[in-house]
């Protein structure tokens, strides 16, 4: 019996992730790892997903990297393009292909060519309907609190909040902090993950507690 329940909450699974992916709109310039989860209505244009990170209903994510273990909440816009204020018009009709006007007046999109794509570091959690705009660089282990408007670099493991968005306190001390990142916990081997969970239930209090998350590039030595 529990494993004919555990089957049927995969297909399960399965098949709600499925649905959803048929209910978004993926472009073909968009890369999104298998292990991702992109929920009903989401928006991709030409941006990237890495492993196991998740993407809310009706997230819009444009010329954006996002890396792994994110957790993007619904309704959010991340790489949200300006207008260009240097030239002789802010309508889109002049330098885009596919802009909101409907027309196509230019083969060429210039504003891909000025405009900075967006970056998400990895384990980065940003709550519902913040906003992080164009060539924001969003550091790893950063929390965007609901609501926010990002539009300048978010240092790793900051907590920023607000319109526009301001740092509020970090995740961690300096220390632990560094110990973090220098460990890249988020690139390890999938099987050095698993044999950790205990570890990530935990609270960090030190570096004590850092230093026995996986590092990247370390050999999982089996007991």
């Known amino acids: 019996m529990v494993k004919i329940s555990t089957g049927l909450r995969g297909l399960k699974s399965k098949l709600k992730k499925t649905i959803s992916l ?39 994510l444009e010329r954006s990297d996002i890396g792994s273990f994110c957790s993007i909440s619904w309704d959010c816009h991340i790489g949200l393009s300006s207008h260009d204020l240097s030239t002789a018009s802010t309508s889109p009709i ?3 292909a596919v802009n909101g006007v ?43 609190a609901a609501g926010s408007i990002v539009t300048k670099a978010v240092a790793p493991y900051s907590i920023v909040a607000g ?21 890249e916990w988020w690139n390890a081997d999938e099987e050095q993950l698993k044999a950790k969970i205990a570890v990530f239930q935990k609270k960090i209090t030190s570096v004590s507690d850092v230093l026995m998350l996986p590092r990247y590039g370390q050999k999982l030595v089996m007991p």
């Open 22 to 60: 048929l209910l978004s709109r993926i472009d073909v310039n968009s890369e999104i790892h298998r292990s991702t989860n992109i929920n009903r209505f989401v928006v991709s244009r030409n941006s990237k997903i890495d492993r196991y990170s998740y993407v809310g209903p009706r997230t819009k």
């Open 94 to 96: 002049f330098t885009s």
């Open 102 to 144: 409907g027309v196509t007046w230019t083969e060429i999109s210039t504003e891909s060519l000025m405009n900075p794509r967006t970056l998400i570091g990895s384990d980065v959690w940003i709550g519902a309907r913040a906003i992080v705009m164009e060539g924001v660089e969003i550091g790893s282990g950063a929390v965007v």
């Open 163 to 183: 319109v526009p968005a301001k740092h509020i306190k970090y995740r961690f001390p300096e220390e632990e902090r560094q110990a973090l990142l220098d460990g």
